[in-house]
Every structure is written in C-alpha cells, then in structure tokens.
C-alpha cells in the first residue's frame, strides 16, 4: 500500500519553498510510523511536488481537478493532497476534505520558510485529521465523521492537547516538531 503525498504549489512558488516541502518529507516518514502504531497499517509513503498554473498540470483549481489527478494516478494508491487552495466543499470542521483513498487540505504557508511549529500547528494537525477519517472508514468504524469531529473539538475547546513528537518521531515534551490528534479514544 502506498501513501503518496503531493504538495501542490503556484507555479510561481516553485523552487521557493524547498523548506516547506523538506518538512512534507519529513512529515511523510513519522505518518509512516504513525500509521503503523496507531491503526496496525504498513504504508509506503512517497513525496512529491506538483505545479498550479497555466504551464502546470492542473488548470482549474478545485477539488474535482485533484480528485481527477487521483484517478488518473490510479485509485489503488492513497493520495494526499497538500493544496494551496481550499476544497470547495467539505463536511470537516477544518480546512480539509476526504473520499475514498483521497484527501486534500488547505496547506498553510508560513511567514518565514523554516517556521516548523507554525507547520506542526496548522497543517500536521490538518494532516492527521484526514488521515484519521479515511483510514477510520478503512477499518469499518462506523462513526469515522463524528467521531474525528468530536475528538477535534475538545482539542480547540477543551484543552486536550496534540500529541507532541520530536524530529526522530518520538513522543516528547520538548518543543515539537509533529503534532497530531489524540487517536486514543477510537476502538479499531
Ligand atoms: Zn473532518
């Protein structure tokens, strides 16, 4: 099985934001072992960039044009998006959408490049949201929307705090560099 994530940039970006898409690299091996840990999933996990524009391979900018670059790539493999446009519809309570084997967010940009709590914060905690609702749907857990969105709440409104990992995808206390959902409460 392979989890491919495609970090999806302006053509004008390109070449801009090699520290961002590092860390999406980064990102791709701890959710590796994340995966592994929290839903008993071995994934394959590839990066790649993927250019807006006129001269890139989507021209229209919406979701439909990414679940169609799903399609063509073939729909056996997870594709995750990591957009710089927002889904055009969505159930989720964050700027993120989900279908079967898919999943896109809204990838926030950074004031500065190397800003990696500001990445942690905004798009990891995005990225383990989708991921939650997919491979919830996977397993056959039947309440994978409801759950997920109650569990989000209590992190924004009643101080459950984000797992912390360090940079060798470790549990720590220290200063972050991954933080996901507390996956805990749901029973596989
Ligand atoms: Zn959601």
């Known amino acids: 099985m392979l989890l491919h994530f495609i970090f999806v940039i302006k053509e004008e970006d390109y070449g801009k934001r090699n520290e961002e898409f590092q860390y999406v690299i980064h990102m791709g091996n701890f959710y590796k072992k994340w995966i592994k840990e ?16 006129h001269r890139g391979l989507l021209e229209r900018l919406d979701t439909n044009a990414l679940l169609r670059d ?25 700027e993120g959408y989900f279908a079967q084997n898919f999943a896109m967010i809204h990838w926030q940009k950074p004031k500065t490049t190397d800003d990696v709590m500001f990445l942690a914060e905004k798009n990891c905690t995005t990225v383990s949201h989708e991921l939650s609702h ?11 929307k409801e759950d997920v969105h ?10 459950l ?17 991954f933080l996901t959902m507390d996956v805990s409460s749901f029973r596989l």
């Not at 705090?161 to 560099?177: A, L």
């Open 134 to 144: 997919e491979l919830l749907r996977q397993a056959g857990y039947k309440k994978f």
């Open 38 to 53: 929290k839903f008993s999933k071995d994934y394959d996990v590839k990066c790649d960039e993927m250019i807006t524009g």
């Open 161 to 177: 705090p984000f797992e912390q990992y360090g940079e060798n995808f470790e549990k720590t206390n220290d200063k972050p560099m």
């Open 70 to 94: 799903h399609r063509q790539r073939g729909e056996d493999t997870f594709h995750f998006y990591l957009s710089h446009f927002r889904p055009f519809w969505t159930d989720c309570t964050c």
């Open 150 to 159: 109650d569990v989000w709440t209590r992190h924004f409104y009643a101080n």
